[in-house]
């Protein structure tokens, strides 16, 4: 048998989300080497174009074993604008966990909720999940009421959950049922698939 083929695309009125490609790392850098965007994650603000070049060469392989699947976040004029994707991958209980970056430019223009809701289209209507969750850090104001405004329930707060920098950090936990995406503004965003799924996420019917 043919080894699947890594081509799924999923488009919305202004941005695409793609499997990332090895072309991709110039434009990761210039956008990931502002340390504004990388301030809450445990790895940046990247410092050579390397770091880029060595993030992308080890996507394939998440894909394959089913444990990550980031998505590169493209407007459809301007090109690479970010990073969302799904990891956490529990296939028994039908449930991953979203994370998204954009470069700042893209910060409060809409481009959140629009990647989002491809990637929640991803994992609700073509991998069959039944929860996506989400964390922010406590401290991370912008990112916990950009997830409520688009329909993330508060959940509670995970005590030093994340390490960063040397210290233990507390979380805030969100999550975002199947029921709750489809009467939220998520589902209401027009979505075009194109290819297929990494056939390791697919859990459900
Ligand atoms: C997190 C991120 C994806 C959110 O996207 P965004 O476009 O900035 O978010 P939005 O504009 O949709 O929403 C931000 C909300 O926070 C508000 N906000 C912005 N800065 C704020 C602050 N310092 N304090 C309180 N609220 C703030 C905005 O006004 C907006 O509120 P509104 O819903 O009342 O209008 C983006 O900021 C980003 O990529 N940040 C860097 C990477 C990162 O930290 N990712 C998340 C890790 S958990």
Redesign the pocket.
């Given at each position: 048998m043919l080894p699947p083929v890594d081509d799924l695309a999923l488009t919305g009125p202004t941005l695409r989300v793609r499997i990332p490609r090895a072309e991709d790392a110039a434009a990761l850098y210039a956008e990931a080497s502002d340390p504004e965007?990388t301030?809450?994650?445990s790895w940046g603000p990247y410092a050579a174009l390397d770091e880029a070049h060595a993030y992308l060469a080890r996507l394939a392989a998440q894909r394959e074993r089913g444990e990550h699947l980031d998505l590169v976040i493209e407007h459809l004029d301007a090109g690479l604008i970010?990073i969302s994707g799904l990891s956490e991958f529990a296939a028994r209980d039908r449930r991953a966990t979203i994370?998204?970056?954009?470069g700042r430019a893209?910060?409060?223009?809409g481009?959140?909720?629009e990647a989002k809701a491809l990637v929640c289209h991803l994992a609700f209507r073509l991998l069959g999940l039944e929860r996506v969750g989400a964390?922010?850090?406590v401290e991370?104001?912008?990112?916990q009421?950009?997830l409520e405004?688009i329909g993330f329930q508060r959940e509670g707060v995970l005590r030093r959950f994340h390490r960063h920098d040397g210290r233990a950090l507390d979380v805030v936990i969100f999550g975002l049922l199947r029921a709750e995406w489809e009467a939220g503004p998520l589902a209401a965003v027009a979505v075009q698939v194109s290819g297929q799924p990494p056939p390791a996420f697919v859990v459900g019917g």
């Open positions: 965007v301030r809450w994650f970010g994370g998204t970056w954009l893209w910060w409060g223009t481009a959140n909720q964390y922010s850090n991370h104001v912008r990112s009421r950009a405004r």
